[in-house]
């Protein structure tokens, strides 16, 4: 199989766009759409449904994209077996529009000199097989979610503790607000399609919901642009969206990004690592991590008590 095409099709699910991938890959557009035709063609099943927006994977393609996202750490680890030199410190960040990929940008940019690569893995325990396996050196996660403590081996410090914000629609009724308490949202329906059961997302949302009364639907698929598209519409939906999630909807839809107060809700970053990674570049990471952390600040602020359960050298 052609791990170039395979690495085009990883590029395309997480941009969504085969004009960003392409921008991602250093290459045309032109190119990108002649890998994943090829890859198509030897796979006998389409990957992706072209749509106004973008890209988005087919069945088939959401079904091969944890395996291709593997076939490509097993061909980094076997190139780097045998390779010269410092390998690049591989990181994983969730997701390439998530406030743990700027963060770890500003370490790029900090310590341009090191040789980094970024992964995006699916949940904690996809990333804690990749941590004990080696496949790679450390994590942004929300961790010890209840019931489930980090395995023996595997350290991790509290990072950065990202706000939650109100999203809704022109029309709603607190679409006008400077600022909306957190008990506020008690009878309005918040929209979080793609929750998935069992990660640490979903814990983080749940325990959210039971401490202040909260309804949160996570019903339907979470296609590119349709969670926007309905608030725009609509005079009763809302939804929760991360303070640095960067998100983008045409200017006619007028959406309201709103601070949650009385208590923020705070998601907390967790970085991961295993003890017995010897990778030099580790140290330096976690040093700008603790250099770079906000100061916490005096505003009333709620995070779920089993994120508070993990030690870590800097955490609050």
């Given amino acids: 199989m ?40 030897e796979l006998g099943v389409r990957l992706f449904t072209r749509t106004a927006r973008g ?14 996202r593997e076939l490509l750490l097993a061909a980094e680890r076997a190139a780097a077996s045998v390779g010269r030199g410092r390998r690049p410190l591989r990181v994983d960040v969730v997701g390439a529009r998530l406030a743990p990929a700027a963060l770890l940008r500003g370490f790029h940019e900090a310590h341009p000199d090191l040789a980094l690569d970024v992964v995006t893995l699916f949940d904690v325990d996809s990333a804690l097989t990749a941590l004990r396996s080696g496949a790679v050196d450390a994590s942004f996660r929300a ?128 970085l991961l690592w295993s003890a017995a990674n010897p990778h030099p570049a580790l140290p330096a990471l976690r040093t700008h991590l603790e250099a770079a952390r906000p100061p916490r600040t005096a505003a009333r602020a709620w995070t779920p008590g089993w994120a508070e359960t993990v030690r870590g050298v800097f955490r609050p």
């Fill in 55 to 68: 890209a988005e994977p087919t069945v088939d393609g959401r079904a091969f994209l944890p395996y291709a």
């Fill in 2 to 41: 052609d791990l170039t095409a395979v690495r085009t099709f990883v590029a395309v699910a997480d941009s969504g766009q085969f004009q960003e991938a392409a921008a991602v890959l250093a290459v045309t557009q032109q190119a990108v759409s002649k890998r994943i035709a090829a890859l198509e063609r």
């Fill in 143 to 270: 961790v010890a979610m209840p019931g489930r403590p980090l395995p023996r081996g595997v350290e991790a410090v509290r990072v950065y503790d990202e706000p939650l914000q109100l999203l809704t629609g022109p029309g709603h009724v607190l679409a006008g607000r400077s600022s909306v308490a957190l008990a506020e949202l008690a009878g309005h329906r918040i929209w979080m399609p793609g929750i998935v059961e069992g990660t640490e997302w979903a814990a983080y949302y749940a325990s959210l919901a039971a401490a202040f009364g909260l309804t949160i639907d996570s019903s339907g698929p979470n296609f590119s642009g349709a969670l926007q598209d309905a608030l725009a519409g609509s005079a009763t939906l809302t939804t929760l969206v991360s303070e640095r999630t960067a998100l983008t909807w045409p200017d006619g839809h007028d959406l309201r990004r709103i601070p949650l107060v009385d208590p923020t809700p705070l998601y907390p970053h967790f």
